[in-house]
């Protein structure tokens, strides 16, 4: 390291000094010093071009992810809004279909379908005080879709065709041989009881028998299919393609008081109200 | 040559970072690291201090004479401080703390001149120094291993 310079320095730095305040005296007068200025300005700019691009491309990026950010806000924001606004929709339309549902004279709106007993019940919102009574036939489409098990004031129960506990007494229509159908409790439905060796093929039509007081004759259930299984040396099942459609259950058709009819000796009335296949 | 680079890096900095913080004076910092380096450049080293500060005054203070007058005092000083100094006591540290003092004066002037007094001065001031530490640290380095070599 260098020992101790000569000593100028003082002198030297009184100079600058000097020179510094002479030069701030005159700032005041900027005309002096405009053209000193604007020339550099001027010359400065070729070498600070590289600065400037830069401190540009950083500025128009930052704005960008800015932009960007805000839209992406907007667009959650947006999104929130669709779904809200699609939830809305859709209350709404149930609210429409309930209330087109429970306009419908003589129907039944299903209120209620356990996934659990998908096959086997459902409840609806008609019960003792709208006419309805265990053991009803209850239609869909004109087809038979089950019973009702129970009914209360406000609703009733209905056990469904494909309930492997409801068994129908049938009559096959074009040959009038008689069995029964049960379902299997897992959407299927089937025609037992009939011995082997019958007529019977695909496309025939299954209704209710005249052997039974629980349901009155005559109401369509469905058509016979092609698929059939042994149950026992002697007796063929097949299957049975329900007309009604029971995955697609909104409104259910009750035949209330046509077994008093029945018993009373009257005359059988006609489904009130639902429209025929 | 080393006089223009480092202004010349200032210059860019001030550029890149125009309106949103205060440049590292970087220019003054070479002149204080060259006076400790070289001190029989002592007068050329104070009058190259004088036109850059005049150069930076008239480009960007608009204000000719107050840049120049503080880079030339500080200067001044430390010349004179280092100078005094036996050359056993001129330590790394030591050299550190001169270069820091050295900033002193001249960031707080700028704060003082700059829309920042009106808020965050401290803040403005230590943002500042954590853009120097890293040169003053790297000057520390140097200058402790030009002390080695020279010792060898």
Request: glycine content about 10%; hydrophobic content about 45%.
């Amino acid at each position: 390291m260098a020992d101790k310079s000569p000593g100028k320095e003082w002198v030297h730095g009184l100079l600058v000094t000097i020179a510094s305040l002479l030069l701030l005296a005159a700032a005041p007068q900027r005309q002096i010093f405009r053209g000193a200025s604007d020339l550099l300005g001027t010359i400065l700019s070729i070498p600070e071009y590289p600065a400037v691009i830069l401190e540009k491309t950083a500025r128009e990026t930052a704005f960008w992810l800015r932009d960007r950010r805000a839209l992406q806000t907007r667009l959650e924001i947006l999104e929130e809004e669709n779904v809200r606004l699609k939830l809305a929709w859709s209350v709404g339309s149930a609210r429409n279909l309930q209330q087109d549902l429970e306009g419908l004279a003589g129907y039944a709106r299903v209120t209620l379908r356990e996934p659990l007993s998908w096959w086997s019940e459902v409840r609806i919102n008609k019960g003792l005080r709208d006419g309805i009574r265990s053991g009803d036939p209850v239609l869909q489409r004109g087809f038979l879709a089950g019973r009702i098990t129970s009914a209360e004031a406000g609703f009733a129960w209905v056990e469904l065709i494909t309930s492997s506990s409801l068994m129908v007494p049938v009559v096959i229509e074009e040959t009038r041989d008689l069995g029964v159908v049960a379902g299997d409790g897992e959407g299927g439905l089937w025609l037992l009881y009939v011995p082997e060796g019958r007529s019977l093929s695909e496309g025939m039509t299954v209704s209710t028998a005249m052997v039974s007081e629980a349901l009155p004759p005559g109401i369509k259930i469905g058509t016979l299919s092609s698929e059939t299984r042994r149950d026992s040396n002697s007796y063929l099942a097949w299957r049975v393609l329900p007309g009604s459609t029971l995955s697609n259950l909104y409104a259910l058709e009750v035949l209330a008081g046509t077994l008093r009819e029945q018993r009373g000796g009257q005359p059988l009335s006609a489904p009130r109200g639902g429209p025929a296949p | 040559m080393i006089y223009l680079l480092s202004w010349y890096a200032q210059d860019f900095l001030q550029v890149l970072g125009t309106g949103t913080a205060l440049v590292p004076e970087v220019f003054l910092l070479t002149l204080v690291v060259l006076s400790v380096f070289r001190p029989e450049k002592g007068p050329e080293i104070l009058w190259a201090a004088f036109f850059g500060g005049v150069l930076w005054d008239l480009r960007w203070v608009g204000f000719p004479g107050i840049t120049s007058l503080l880079y030339g005092v500080t200067l001044t000083a430390v010349q004179l401080f280092w100078n005094s100094l036996p050359v056993s006591g001129r330590t790394v540290p030591l050299f550190g703390a001169s270069l820091l003092g050295a900033s002193i004066p001249i960031a707080l002037t700028r704060i003082f001149l700059s829309r920042y007094r009106e808020g965050g001065i401290f803040t403005a001031w230590l943002l500042q120094q954590s853009y120097m530490l890293p040169l003053i640290l790297l000057a520390c380095a140097l200058y402790a291993w030009r002390l080695k070599n020279s010792d060898v």
